[in-house]
């Protein structure tokens, strides 16, 4: 993996690029056939598994009982953990909005 310069905080052009292009897509299905080419099986399985343990870990399950419920590795879940502890927040802005959409499509 390429490492940013820490100093340089603009977003590079191609990140740029990739963010409209997955702002473009208009369906799951849009979304799906945009990853299954963009990244190899293992890539997309690898990120399904970090977004896996987000939630048990927003309602605070402790890293062992992730890993028996998911398979996820405990360094894995670790990672993710630190991400939304010091992240960027990108984590909790999608498990927040999802949670709205869950609890606007109950009412």
């Known amino acids: 993996m390429k490492r940013r310069d820490p100093a340089n905080l603009e977003t590079p052009p191609a990140l740029e690029g990739l963010i409209e292009a997955l702002l473009s897509l208009r369906s799951a299905g849009e979304a799906r056939a945009f990853l299954e080419d963009l990244c190899t099986p293992a890539e997309l399985e690898a990120m399904a598994d970090r977004w896996r343990v987000v939630p048990l870990l927003v309602a605070d399950v402790p890293y062992r009982e992730i890993h028996d ?3 996820v590795s405990v ?3 670790g990672r993710v953990a630190r991400c939304l502890d010091l992240g960027a927040g990108g984590y909790r802005i999608a498990v927040e909005r999802l949670g709205e959409s869950a609890h606007d499509a109950s009412h």
Request: net charge neutral; hydrophobic share 35%.
């Open 69 to 71: 419920l998911t398979g």
């Open 75 to 77: 360094t894995t879940i």
